[in-house]
């Protein structure tokens, strides 16, 4: 991740001086001969298929986020050729978590009009299955890619890992049998330790988002207000989070994952289960936070069912209609499920119709250049082509305020390759009215993901300070989410529009304030035991509202947040 510790000028300047030891920094960096000086750089031309990088180039430690952002940006398209948006769904790292650094990101970002980025880090990091004698070998050693297995796009190995090839069972096995999965819990505080280095101003820029979460555990939810506790004024949503999806749910064998259908190797006595009620619990845990969350959840199987229903969109949509769930806000990833295996029906956009109409909390994204050919139709004969872009473009035009631009580059070697998804759509967005254009590329963002900061950042001031002692209570065995919202309410029904909290970071003042938030919950408790009378406890509810709201009055949170530039009167990109 590039998450480095700042050189301290004298240890720097000795190495400098010091030949021997320019030389052990560079056997220690890249591990492999002939490797540059301290500051200076060489093309890497050995390994050309590597893509685990931001670019080609194996660099040494002092090379700087902008140099590493010029070098991105080379043979990349023009900025003026490239229209204002904002990418909802970003991965800035790999899945062994290696990438872009967030200071190179915004450097990037202002090189391809990207205005704002959701930061998704990729929980399921690979486990390869190769053995020993794999492991030794010096060359797989070098090779990004040898010892994870994955290839430059997606989970399969290498041989399997280009355009045209279709998914077998045998295939399957083949990926299944080379690599595991497992769920990275600390990408999360990876994410968090670099958004804190950067500037107010760059920190505007980005909404990191929390991905290191089993969606199958009891306590997930837990884990997810612990996440926030630990690092408050940073997170703004959730996902990207998987579901069922193609190879990844194989992979995850025996992990206890969440999945929409009964799966064998959960509650094995009974025949298999869905383990899906953990997920609900997560799901409601978010939406109390005011936190959206986007969802991969495929719509089918990658071998569709005969019949031609798509396997999971009948239980997904019962899952985000759920009683715990419907009121959080939830980003359906890749136009509705798409994916490199799970491509358009007939009837898919008919089926997404239904779920916007059924779903007030379902907005989508039409992330990933996978899906991008499929909405355009590439592969397609040419008279099928129009008819999917014509109707997409009507689709689009009327679901505008719900559907959301994403990239889903994963740690993007360069800017050319960052933006082929938004390129791929040049001709689809073309089609349709200003007003759909600028709210697919900008304002469906800015509603539902960054819109979404003033209300986490208010739920980690003055609600989530009340919480902090169930978080490690041994006692608690699970959290009550619907008395938490109805505390949430009733405090912020009380609460003066001064005292709303809009920033990104606590500062002192305001860790204090936590704290006495925190006297004021355990005294609570205690009052609580004491009086067994119901209207009694909910008297003492409220003078301690009341006294925390007369402690706070002086209190300066109505900080504004850095605010945005204002867009420059330019001509559309096309």
Request: hydrophobic share 35%; with cysteine; aromatic share 8%.
């Amino acid at each position: 991740m590039q998450h480095l510790p700042l050189f301290i000028p004298n240890t720097l300047q000795r190495v400098r001086e010091d030949t021997e030891l320019q030389k052990l920094a560079a056997k220690m960096a890249h591990h492999a001969p002939g490797s540059p000086p301290l500051g200076e750089h060489v093309e890497r031309t050995d390994f050309p298929s590597v893509s685990e990088a931001s670019f080609y180039t194996c660099y040494s430690h002092e090379v700087s986020p902008a140099t590493r952002a010029r070098h991105a940006d080379r043979n990349s398209y023009d900025r003026d050729d490239l229209p204002r948006h904002n990418d909802a769904h970003m991965h800035p790292w790999s899945y062994i978590q290696k990438g872009i650094g967030l200071k190179e990101l915004v450097l990037r970002m202002k090189m391809i009009n990207c205005m704002t980025s959701v930061v998704m880090p990729i929980p399921t990091s690979i486990i390869p299955l190769q053995g020993d004698k794999a492991y030794k070998h010096y060359e797989l050693m070098k090779i990004p890619g040898g010892l994870h297995h994955c290839g430059p796009r997606y989970y399969l190995p290498a041989e399997f890992n280009h355009r045209g090839v279709t998914l077998t069972p045998e295939i399957l096995a083949c990926a299944v049998s080379a690599a595991t999965l497992s769920l990275d819990t600390e990408v999360d505080d990876h994410t968090a330790d670099e958004f804190k280095q950067l500037e107010p101003d760059e920190q505007n820029v980005l909404d990191p988002m929390i991905t290191g979460l089993h969606l199958g555990s009891t306590r997930a939810d837990f884990a997810l207000f612990k996440k926030l506790a630990r690092n408050p004024g940073v997170f703004t949503g959730g996902g990207e989070l998987t579901f069922n999806k193609e190879l990844v749910e194989h992979m995850f064998e025996r992990d206890g994952q969440a999945s929409l259908h009964p799966v064998p190797y959960i509650a094995r006595h009974n025949g298999g289960d869905t383990n899906i009620e953990p997920a609900k619990q997560l799901m409601a845990a978010f939406g109390v936070a005011g936190m959206p969350v986007c969802l991969h959840c495929d719509i089918d199987d990658w071998i569709p069912d005969k019949d031609g229903n798509p396997k999971n969109l009948a239980a997904f949509s019962a899952f985000i209609g759920d009683t715990k769930v419907r009121d959080t806000k939830i980003i359906w990833a890749h136009a509705g499920g798409l994916g490199r295996f799970v491509k358009q029906s007939k009837g898919h956009l008919n089926a997404l119709e239904d779920m916007l109409a059924l779903h007030p909390n379902l907005v989508l994204d039409i992330a990933w250049s996978e899906v991008a050919r499929q909405l355009t139709g590439v592969d397609l004969p040419i008279n099928e082509a129009r008819l999917r872009v014509s109707q997409w473009t009507e689709f689009l035009e009327k679901h505008s305020s719900r559907i959301m631009f994403g990239s889903d580059s994963l740690a993007p070697k360069s800017n050319q390759h960052w933006s082929q998804t938004l390129i791929a759509y040049k001709d689809l967005l073309r089609g349709l009215s200003a007003e759909a254009r600028l709210n697919v590329l900008e304002k469906s963002y800015e509603t539902h993901i960054k819109g979404a900061r003033d209300a986490v950042r208010k739920f980690e001031n003055h609600v989530l300070p009340f919480m902090r002692d169930k978080l490690c209570d041994f006692s608690t065995l699970r959290l009550d989410i619907p008395a938490i919202r109805i505390f949430r309410d009733a405090l912020y029904s009380r609460m003066k529009s001064t005292e709303v909290c809009t920033t990104r970071t606590f500062d002192h003042h305001e860790i204090s304030q936590a704290n006495e938030r925190l006297e004021l919950r355990q005294m609570l408790g205690k009052k609580i035991l004491e009086n067994a009378s119901k209207g009694r406890r909910i008297e003492e509810l409220e003078a301690l509202l009341e006294a925390q709201r007369g402690g706070a009055s002086g209190s300066q949170r109505g900080r504004s947040s850095v605010s945005t530039p204002k867009k420059p009167n330019s001509k559309p990109w096309y």
